[in-house]
């Protein structure tokens, strides 16, 4: 019909493994700076996880000046934000106990009660909350992880698996470090969306795959390089079309989807482009350090 | 059709039409809708309609200190019974130490008090005799507590008016409270903050030596009043009747004490409290709630009657609600939240319009880029898509489950995901073409080799969500309930309907060459 497609050759050739060494050094700096600026920084950690209140209001004609005023007086640790709109606001207070945090959700609405058209919505998480939320999020990405792994290792050979959890580990890391670098809050939706992310990119990377495997059944006598730069090639239209067609829903989802939900659109936007790059750059090169031939497959 | 055997056209032509159908429910939304049909749309959670969210702690260690605290007291009235004196009682952490003057009667003691509490340990180690709160002990107290704690806030919520709420056990010690539609939870917290444990009992004003040195005698209490810290009352310890004898309690309106409670006890209660109102005329009874004085009236004559007011410094929504949680009963041990999230409608409501905005945008660029790229293929893959659509909304109404803000992330992320297995099997039936003519064998082979992948990468995905779905809490199991159902139902809809719609189109356009 349009045929746009043909944008993309239909036989692809183009040499990704001979590029392997260039973005392996361009991953491990990235990941070295991820892993500093986690230690160093760190995460941008919301209430989920570091325990507060957090209340959003809507205003009329009061600036965010004449509300931190109000608030500032009583409370030395509140925090205010606009939050989309110039008359929605956030305001974040760090409250040590749980008897204390709900007398101060009390206080702050009777500080503010006439300045406020509504309050959209308020959020108190306790300290020993917090802390169960932050270990089960750990929790559910590592067993991800391991039970991804085992999937993989039964389905493939242990070599895939390893390959794939190199990837993810890379993809989680990265995206970690970015979420730190950019300052993106870290929530209970952020650990939906480094799932998500680990979901997809493994995905992609069982993609190429299998066909790797395939093709290691189909030609005997090709170098592992070639091979390897030949599968790629064949899954790359469906690779980038994929991505392409992910991206368009959630930067979809980042603009139109509401202030909640922006976090998670733009992290899971970062973890879809960094997964589709780990397929190719990461996953596959990972295959090269191990010397397996077709006579270690079982058909 | 040709090569596509009809009960195979039938199934999915049946299933698509199922997921069209049991989409209808959600899609009208009818909200008080009580037909069978329509019953079955989707719910949606709380930070969609507006509601409130508590978590609530049972704190169990009041339960326990309170525990330990009783076996002293027995200990004392078994080793008076015995004969035997006590030198110290040394109330820790778990246990009691008691240390008798002589080890005489320490056996007796100890199995005495064994026939009051079986199952804690006791030891005894030459004069000492040391009561241990073992954690089977503990787990029988927790487990009571904790029924208890779910029944008396079940009734307090009820009388509070709310409608549909859900209350439920959650872990070993807490109690997690959803209630749609309540925008500002501070009324609720307000009845649930409160033990609301009611007793009555005899004031001492003759041993005025006590209040001034603040030196409790043995049998007696110190407690404040409720208005003023300064105000202190000399008790006797033992209650005169309490709480679980009421039968009834309501707000009243009292000509000079303005606005009251009034209660009624059951026979049992009017009979103590007859017994002791005639014996202490003259004398003061203070009514005590969760450990302070709210009024000490003094008794002018006996009260056989059963009934009686409590006055207070009230106003009419204050003794509704001290109403309320006498009716309901006080509560084994206090609560404490430990997690609130309150959202109102406004929010919910934008929200809900954001999503469907960021959804169906997400669509329309999905489906023309799908066009554009695949020609009729794309458009094909397209009716899958929104059919998919159709039968991850039919899922979630029929199996109940709740759509919350990050379902609904799940669902737009779905439609960009959704395609991937389209695309597989176009682009391997790209590529089948280049080796075979017969265009039949051509769509077939493509289908067959794409789907061991379209598998494989599903499955990963699965896991992640199933994972998400074990280890997640409240909102993320959302998001993993519709990504779990857009994966399932987006592998029927490319294997199964995609393929149907490309047999279609072929015997229909009588096509010789694919123009993939």
């Known amino acids: 019909m349009f045929g746009l497609n043909k944008i993309i050759p239909v036989e692809p050739n183009f040499n990704f493994l001979g590029l392997r060494r260039n973005f392996l050094i361009v991953s491990v700096i990235a990941i070295l700076i991820s892993i500093g600026l986690l230690s160093i920084k760190g995460l941008n950690l919301g209430i989920d996880f570091k325990g507060g209140t957090l209340i959003e209001v809507s205003t009329k004609n009061t600036s965010i000046g004449e509300l931190r005023e109000i608030l500032s007086s009583s409370y030395s640790d509140v925090s205010l934000q606009e939050f989309g709109s110039e008359n929605i606001i956030l305001i974040r207070l760090q409250n040590k106990s749980n008897q204390e945090s709900i007398e101060t959700v009390n206080s702050v609405k009777s500080l503010i009660q006439d300045k406020v058209v509504e309050f959209r919505r308020s959020e108190f998480v306790g300290p020993t909350i917090s802390s169960e939320l932050l270990f089960r999020g750990f929790q559910a990405v590592s067993f991800a992880l391991i039970a991804i792994l085992i999937y993989i290792w039964l389905r493939f050979e242990w070599q895939f698996g390893f390959g794939a959890v190199v990837a993810l580990t890379h993809d989680v890391l990265f995206t970690l470090g970015l979420l730190s670098i950019l300052n993106i809050e870290f929530s209970l939706a952020t650990i939906a969306a480094i799932l998500t992310i680990a979901g997809y990119s493994i995905n992609d990377t069982v993609v190429i795959f299998d066909r790797v495997r395939e093709n290691l059944r189909k030609y005997k006598k090709l170098e592992l390089v070639d091979l390897f730069n030949l599968s790629v090639n064949n899954t790359l239209s469906r690779t980038i079309m994929t991505s392409l067609t992910t991206l368009l829903a959630l930067v979809s989802l980042f603009i139109f989807g509401g202030e909640v939900i922006r976090p998670f659109a733009l992290t899971m936007i970062i973890g879809v482009i960094i997964g589709t790059y780990s397929s190719v750059f990461i996953a596959v090169p990972t295959l090269l350090i191990f010397k397996f031939r077709p006579q270690d497959e079982d058909d | ?516």
């Not at chain 2, 407690?223 to 009421?246: A, F, M, P, Q, T």
């Not at chain 2, 041990?333 to 929200?351: F, K, Y």
Request: aromatic share 8%; net charge neutral; charged share 20%.
């Open chain 2, 1 to 516: 059709m040709k090569n596509y055997p009809i009960w195979k056209s039938l199934t999915v032509l049946s299933l698509v039409l199922l997921g069209i159908i049991f989409a209808i429910p959600s899609i009208i939304y009818d909200e008080n809708s009580e037909n069978w049909f329509l019953k079955n749309k989707i719910n949606l959670g709380l930070d969609l309609q507006g509601g409130s969210y508590l978590l609530l702690e049972v704190q169990l260690d009041v339960l326990y200190k309170e525990e330990l605290e009783n076996f002293a007291d027995s200990v004392r009235l078994i080793s008076r019974d015995n004969a035997t004196k006590i030198e110290k009682i040394v109330i820790e952490e778990n246990e009691v130490i008691v240390t008798f003057t002589d080890n005489n009667k320490i056996k007796e003691i100890r199995d005495s008090f064994f026939q009051m509490y079986r199952g804690v340990t006791l030891k005894i180690n030459n004069n000492k005799l040391n009561i241990k709160l073992n954690d089977e002990y503990k787990k029988i107290i927790q487990d009571s507590a904790i029924k208890q704690s779910l029944e008396i806030v079940r009734k307090r919520i009820d009388e509070s008016g709310t409608k549909e709420p859900l209350i439920q056990r959650s872990g070993k010690k807490r109690i997690l409270l959803q209630l749609p539609g309540v925008k500002d939870p501070e009324r609720i917290k307000d009845l649930l903050g409160k033990t609301a444990k009611l007793t009555f009992h005899i004031v001492d004003d003759e041993n005025t030596s006590a209040l001034q040195n603040n030196l409790t005698p043995f049998g007696k209490i110190i407690v404040s009043d409720i208005y003023d810290e300064n105000i202190k009352y000399l008790l006797e310890k033992r209650s005169v009747v309490g709480g679980e004898n009421l039968v009834d309690a309501k707000g009243s309106f009292d000509q000079t004490e303005g606005h009251a409670v009034s209660f009624r006890f059951d026979t049992e209660g009017a009979q103590k409290f007859g017994k002791v109102t005639t014996n202490n005329i003259g004398k003061r009874m203070a009514v005590l709630l969760d450990g302070v004085v709210i009024t000490a009236p003094r008794i002018n004559s006996a009260i056989t009657g059963g009934s009686g007011i409590i006055t207070g410094n009230f106003n009419a929504q204050e003794a509704a609600d001290l109403a309320v949680l006498l009716r309901a009963g006080a509560l084994p041990a206090p609560l404490e939240i430990v997690e609130e999230r309150s959202v109102g409608a406004g929010l919910g409501a934008d929200s809900i319009a954001a999503g469907q905005i960021a959804a169906i945008i997400g669509m329309v660029l999905v489906c023309v880029f799908m066009i554009l790229i695949y020609g009729i293929f794309g458009a094909l893959a397209n009716i899958s898509l929104i059919v998919n659509l159709f039968i991850i909304i039919s899922l979630l109404g029929t199996i109940g489950a709740t759509l919350t803000l990050p379902g609904i992330a799940g669902i737009v992320l779905t439609i960009g995901m959704a395609v991937d297995a389209n695309v597989l099997i176009f682009e391997r039936i790209k590529e089948e073409s280049s080796k075979q003519k017969k265009i039949y064998q051509i769509v077939k082979n493509g289908f067959d080799r794409a789907m061991s992948t379209i598998l494989d990468a599903n499955i990963t995905t699965l896991i992640a969500a199933v994972l998400l779905f074990a280890f997640g809490s409240g909102p993320i199991r959302g998001f993993s309930i519709t990504l779990s159902l857009g994966v399932i139902a987006s592998m029927f809809t490319a294997l199964m309907l995609t393929n149907f719609l490309v047999y279609l189109y072929l015997s229909f356009a009588n096509k010789k060459e694919l123009n993939l």
